[in-house]
T-cell receptor
Framework: ETGVTQSPTHLIKTRGQQVTLRCSSQSGHNTVSWYQQALGQGPQFIFQYYREEENGRGNFSPRFSGLQFPNYSSELNVNALELDDSALYLC?????????????FGPGTRLLVL | AQKITQTQPGMFVQEKEAVTLDCTYDTSDPSYGLFWYKQPSSGEMIFLIYQGSYDQQNATEGRYSLNFQKARKSANLVISASQLGDSAMYFCAMREENYGGATNKLIFGTGTLLAVQP
């Protein structure tokens, strides 16, 4: 039990729609990262938020955007969904003080785009 | 560019035996961290063990140990006394340092599926 929760657990959308995925970080953690894991692959870094500011981004389309809130919960938004967006989306929280720290993952949201 | 390679797509091990999962990495950064995560079919990534590039000793956490060979750029996970509940996907990951401030970005390998047989 990592203390990181995600909602919803599963989601089905159609091409062109928009989706919002939510994550609640472990209490006190100031950093949240989002990853996309396609079937049979390792997770790929989408972006990271630190104290409500985007603090790094992977090689993902601008269709992917995010928010982090003062209570350390966060959202991942994907616009104009494409079939290839079907994946498991994982959020991970960590407490970054003097340096980077271990990331703790939530259970993920499985998104299917039809 | 940083890269993690896991060459074993799948492994079998008998219950109570030890198993080694291979991981090699590539980086030009002198400071980095190496992680192993376990992913059951439920999807959650469970943190197992961490090794810093400057750590002199191999990391251990209960039945998990990390065989860190810096010169060979390998960070193999050893699971001792395997249990049925160890059956899962295992990912090796590296923390990329000095990534424009995103010091917590993880780069993952493709994973190894471990099946523990009774």
């Amino acid at each position: 039990e990592t203390g990181v929760t995600q909602s919803p657990t599963h989601l089905i959308k159609t091409r062109g729609q928009q989706v919002t995925l939510r994550c609640s970080s472990q209490s006190g953690h100031n950093t949240v990262s989002w990853y996309q894991q396609a079937l049979g692959q390792g997770p790929q870094f989408i972006f990271q938020y630190y104290r409500e500011e985007e603090n790094g981004r992977g090689n993902f389309s601008p269709r992917f955007s995010g928010l982090q809130f003062p209570n350390y919960s966060s959202e991942l938004n994907v616009n104009a969904l494409e079939l290839d967006d079907s994946a498991l989306y994982l959020c991970a929280s960590s407490l970054v003080l003097a340096g980077a720290e271990t990331q703790y993952f939530g259970p993920g949201t499985r998104l299917l785009v039809l | 560019a940083q890269k993690i390679t896991q060459t074993q797509p799948g492994m079998f091990v008998q219950e109570k035996e030890a198993v080694t999962l291979d991981c090699t990495y590539d980086t030009s950064d002198p400071s980095y961290g190496l992680f192993w995560y376990k992913q059951p079919s439920s999807g959650e990534m469970i943190f197992l063990i961490y090794q810093g590039s400057y750590d002199q000793q191999n990391a251990t956490e209960g039945r998990y140990s990390l065989n860190f060979q810096k010169a060979r750029k390998s960070a193999n996970l050893v699971i001792s006394a395997s249990q049925l509940g160890d059956s899962a996907m295992y990912f090796c990951a590296m923390r990329e340092e000095n990534y424009g401030g995103a010091t917590n970005k993880l780069i993952f390998g493709t994973g190894t599926l471990l099946a523990v047989q009774p």
